[in-house]
């Protein structure tokens, strides 16, 4: 089996409230939506970013958008303050889709 990274099956959107993050992936292709569903769990995302999720601050949960081929992910505590009390470099978060977009998703069935 190989394996491709998601970058290249679908594109993010982030927003950010206080300090949650949350990550919209959105399938290119239709087709692709069944295997990101399949793969991109919410604890694949907490694996992800376990050294920036603080342990106290709630579980990730995902969100399924058929009719639109997305998940959604809500991360709290991830952005350690938001925008208004963090000195973060990306205080809104917005690279957090990208690093969420070189997980490896596996090819064929």
Not at 26 to 38: H, N, S, T, V
Request: net charge neutral; no cysteine; glycine share 8%.
């Amino acid at each position: 089996m190989s394996a491709v990274k998601l970058r290249e099956l679908a594109h993010s959107r982030t927003g950010d409230k206080g300090d949650t993050s949350n990550i919209s992936v959105i399938a290119f292709r239709p087709q692709d939506y069944p295997r990101l569903l399949e793969q991109l769990t919410a604890e694949r995302v907490a694996e992800h970013f376990r050294e920036w999720l603080s342990p106290d601050a709630g579980v990730v949960r995902r969100y399924e958008l058929p009719k639109v081929n997305a998940l959604n992910f809500v991360l709290p505590g991830i952005l350690k303050g938001g925008v208004t009390r963090s000195l973060a470099l990306d205080a809104h978060g917005k690279a957090l889709g990208a690093a969420l977009l070189d997980i490896e998703i596996v090819d064929g069935p």
